[in-house]
């Protein structure tokens, strides 16, 4: 944690040496927010494991790691997420000006890049819950600083989340994603559903707004 703040201090002009300790807090809180849902959560911590996870359950393990981060650290407005597929777009995920996160399941190879991509546009939500120039330090950098500082939070998160599901859960991510609708006709009607819903909700976004995190 405290070489993850030291690279942020470094790599970006949005954080100085004052941040240092509010950056290793930050990055502390993320981690037992992690540790302690997936923990305690043995579905969770099964799911992490699981290649076969449909859109529904994909969406969900993300939401529930999601809240549990916001939560840790202060934040109070909801975040959703939504798994879209779209193979014509090379983003991985995108936080829209509508506050959700969107994961493109179709540019997603496995459960850590999963996580990681979430981390990512997670740095984004947490942005947005503090709109004020003079308290929010992406305020007063550049959009590439703010993606450079949002990729560095992704990686640190999808670590804290290898390490818990290694330690605290059911063993090692999944290493594939098999992009799975579901095993009878009625679930995959229903999977197929939901991605076609957050498919036209994720067009409907203007994408030169919010963050992107790309292939």
Not at 52 to 58: A, D, I, S
Not at 171 to 187: F, I, M
Request: hydrophobic share 30%; aromatic share 6%; proline share 3%.
């Amino acid at each position: 944690m405290i070489t993850s703040a030291i690279q942020q201090i470094v790599n970006t002009d949005r954080t100085e040496l004052k941040n240092f300790f509010s950056e290793v807090d930050k990055l502390h809180k993320t981690d037992e927010a992690v540790t302690a849902k997936i923990a305690n959560n043995p579905a969770l911590a099964k799911a992490l494991t699981d290649p076969n996870l449909t859109p529904t359950q994909k969406q969900q393990l993300a939401t529930e790691l999601v809240s549990s981060v916001m939560v840790e650290l202060g934040y109070t407005q909801a975040v959703d997420v939504k798994l879209v597929a779209d193979s014509q777009d090379n983003r991985k995920g995108h936080y829209g000006e509508d506050n959700n996160i969107y994961l493109n399941d179709a540019n997603l190879n496995n459960t850590k890049d999963l996580a990681t991509t979430l981390g990512h546009e997670t740095s984004h939500a947490i942005d947005n819950q503090d709109p004020s120039i003079d308290t929010n330090p992406q305020n007063n950098a550049s959009k590439a600083d703010n993606e450079i500082y949002a990729q560095n939070y992704g990686d640190d998160f999808s670590d804290y989340v290898e390490f818990a599901s290694e330690n605290y859960g059911d063993g090692s991510l999944a290493d594939s994603n098999n992009k799975n609708l579901g095993n009878t006709p009625a679930e995959i009607q229903r999977n197929q559903k939901l991605v076609n819903n957050n498919n036209q909700d994720y067009a409907r976004i203007d994408k030169s707004k919010g963050g992107i995190f790309y292939l």
